[in-house]
T-cell receptor, first 110, second 112 residues
Framework: EAQVTQNPRYLITVTGKKLTVTCSQNMNHEYMSWYRQDPGLGLRQIYYSMNVEVTDKGDVPEGYKVSRKEKRNFPLILESPSPNQTSLYFC?????????FGPGTRLTVL | GESVGLHLPTLSVQEGDNSIINCAYSNSASDYFIWYKQESGKGPQFIIDIRSNMDKRQGQRVTVLLNKTVKHLSLQIAATQPGDSAVYFCAERVGNNRKLIWGLGTSLAVNP
């Protein structure tokens, strides 16, 4: 089944404790992206990647890092999480314009 | 399930009625538009798309209308069903890249 997977689905952590949210797609898509979704603010792009080893900042990249060592994986790294990074995170991938989304990761930073 | 937004515009319809969800887009240079559906606890799911050289496109029970003169996009859902209850987002592409500009969403509630 063609899909985008994310792990973990839910995470509660404390300020400053480094964490990684993994994203994997099995559709051989070149483009991958991370979004955060907050009430009243909609979907905001954090980082995106046009292909392996090619990443770029989206609209809200502060406090996040990404890497793209393989085509299928695009992990989101929070080196020192803060409470304002409490949010619902989505990974997406595409081969053209239409993006296909993962199920989401609910992150709470205490 | 997860709440994806507070104070979203809400459309409430009776089961079996037709629904129309509207979206005003921002950029006259946008050339591609997509509608997504997000059910509670899930990621956005592609519904239908339309290019700027078209004014109407139909899918299964859904129709998208594009009015470039007033920069307006609408999604029509025929014979709305309880499973259509979700938040609906429009997205637009500006320029020849993959970046999408997202609307804030409309919540559709279907009453049985």
């Amino acid at each position: 089944e063609a899909q985008v997977t994310q792990n973990p689905r839910y995470l509660i952590t404390v300020t400053g404790k480094k964490l990684t949210v993994t994203c994997s797609q099995n559709m051989n898509h070149e483009y991958m992206s991370w979004y955060r979704q907050d009430p009243g603010l909609g979907l905001r792009q954090i980082y995106y990647s046009m292909n392996v080893e090619v990443t770029d900042k989206g609209d809200v990249p502060e406090g996040y890092k990404v890497s793209r060592k393989e085509k299928r994986n695009f992990p989101l790294i929070l080196e020192s999480p803060s409470p304002n990074q409490t949010s619902l995170y989505f990974c997406a991938s595409s081969s053209a314009v239409t993006q296909y989304f993962g199920p989401g990761t609910r992150l709470t930073v205490l | 399930g997860e709440s994806v937004g507070l104070h979203l515009p809400t459309l409430s319809v009776q089961e079996g009625d037709n629904s129309i969800i509207n979206c005003a887009y921002s950029n006259s240079a946008s050339d591609y538009f997509i509608w997504y559906k997000q059910e509670s606890g899930k990621g956005p799911q592609f519904i239908i798309d339309i290019r700027s050289n078209m004014d109407k496109r139909q899918g299964q029970r859904v129709t998208v209308l594009l009015n470039k003169t007033v920069k307006h996009l609408s999604l029509q859902i025929a014979a709305t069903q309880p499973g259509d209850s979700a938040v609906y987002f429009c997205a637009e592409r500006v320029g020849n890249n993959r970046k999408l500009i997202w609307g804030l969403g409309t919540s559709l509630a279907v009453n049985p």
